[in-house]
């Protein structure tokens, strides 16, 4: 997998969400079980291929079914994302985006939470 990984459209992400929280190695309709919202058994394989195609996931064969491997994993998918989101919408300003987080909808729980995550350097996490 290339050090960055490409954005995943909403229903890419919610199936690879899916498989994240599946016993790895994932059958479909295990992945089919974590989703959300239910999807067509042949969109769940179509999601599913493109995110082999993309390098997100591996597929091998077990019996008659394809069982399904994460290469990706989430927490290396969020740190990306969260770094896009932070340069993207915050121009890369660390007060912009703490001002931000400040006037949310996060509950003062919520913030000292995340400032107890940074003050102990995120090794928690």
């Known amino acids: 997998m290339s050090e960055s990984l490409k954005r995943l459209p909403d229903s890419e992400l919610a199936v690879m969400q899916a498989v994240w929280r599946c016993p790895i190695p994932a059958t479909r309709s295990q992945i089919e079980k ?3 919202v239910s999807m067509a058994a042949t969109t769940v394989l179509t999601l599913l291929s493109r995110l082999a195609e993309k390098g997100y996931l591996t597929v091998e064969k077990e019996g008659k079914s394809n069982v399904y491997t994460p290469t ?8 990306q ?3 896009h989101f932070f340069r993207k919408l915050c121009g890369g300003s660390i007060s912009t985006f703490a001002s931000a987080l400040c006037n949310s909808s996060l509950s003062r729980q919520e913030i000292e939470e995340i400032r107890r995550l ?3 350097g995120g090794t928690k996490l």
């Open 72 to 79: 990706v994993t989430q927490d290396s998918y969020v740190a």
């Open 118 to 120: 940074l003050e102990e």
């Open 34 to 36: 974590e989703l959300p």
């Open 81 to 83: 994302e969260s770094t």
